[in-house]
């Protein structure tokens, strides 16, 4: 594979966890626990510090899932040249910015070390409040159901 073909998943890793981090940074300064109405209901922003995994489920589970994102991200980073699909990149690259856009608050934010709170802050109409680095692990269990879906292998097969 052509070494900036694998640069996919750097560039897209590294610009979601800037956007991600950016905009929690905005949100602590700017939001409160009362939703700001941005488009009515559809879209309102509220401050959320999300002890737990997605849905605020197993508070009590924090450490455990900051471990998980330690073996997600070395698992990708390890396995990343070997990927040659675009699509399995993309998808590599969003879940990477995800997980440690998400790692960042567990390592860095109160209570403490590993068990950080995750920065929350975009809402909508029947569902939990979220964040961009959720967003991006989302988009990537898309791309990877539609890979699967469409039998593209992360991997070309050697003729």
């Not at 905009?23 to 401050?47: R, S, V």
């Not at 070390?113 to 920065?119: A, C, S, T």
């Not at 809402?123 to 961009?132: A, R, S, T």
Request: proline share 4%; net charge positive; with cysteine.
């Amino acid at each position: 594979m052509r070494p900036q073909f694998s640069r996919i998943i750097w560039l897209t890793a590294w610009t979601i966890w800037l956007f991600d981090y950016a905009t929690k940074a905005w949100a602590l300064i700017a939001l409160d626990n009362e939703p700001k109405k941005i488009l009515g209901t559809l879209l309102q922003f509220t401050l959320v510090k999300n002890s737990g995994a997605a849905f605020n489920l197993a508070g009590s589970f924090t450490a455990i899932f900051s471990v998980i994102a330690v073996l997600v991200i070395a698992t990708i980073v390890r396995y990343a040249h070997m990927i040659t699909s675009r699509g399995w990149l993309t998808c590599a690259g969003l879940l990477l910015g995800g997980v440690l856009g998400n790692l960042t608050d567990r390592i860095f934010r109160e209570p403490g070390f590993f068990i950080g709170h995750v920065v929350d802050w975009i809402q909508i109409p029947h569902w939990p409040v979220f964040n961009i680095a959720d967003s991006a692990i989302t988009v990537a269990a898309l791309i990877a159901v539609i890979q699967t879906m469409r039998n593209v292998p992360p991997v070309a097969r050697v003729q």
